[in-house]
Nanobody
């Protein structure tokens, strides 16, 4: 099974940028649709963005459209989340997750998860 390791989180100020990375352990990463979820304290885990295995299709939650960009490098088995113009409401633990097949918004449809990385945005 593919193992995922996130990195790149941290504490920033509103308006700053961060780039998260998620490195996969296996070459079959290239067959996986990959998503970035986030979970704030006391809230459910929500899909922020996702990208299909080929990179041909993406999904963005309305709250991050125009600010976040997902990309992937199948050669290096890594998916990225570029986050610009960060807001305090973006504060959460961010998780990358993978599944074979199409993009789904429900976390229950993803069977491979990273350990998460914290993003904190101060006002």
């Amino acid at each position: 099974q593919v193992q995922l390791v996130e990195s790149g989180g941290g504490t920033v100020q509103a308006g700053d940028s961060l780039r998260l990375s998620c490195a996969a352990s296996e070459y079959i990463f290239s067959m996986y649709t990959m998503g970035w979820f986030r979970q704030a304290p006391g809230k459910g885990r929500e899909l922020v963005t996702a990208i299909t295995s080929s990179g041909g299709a993406t999904y963005y939650a309305d709250s991050v459209k125009g600010r976040f960009t997902i990309s992937r490098d199948n050669t290096n088995s890594t998916v990225y989340l570029q986050m610009n113009n960060l807001k305090p409401e973006d504060t959460a633990a961010y998780y990358c997750a993978g599944r074979r097949g199409n993009i789904f918004t429900s976390p229950a449809r993803y069977d491979t998860w990273g350990q998460g990385t914290q993003v904190t945005v101060s006002s």
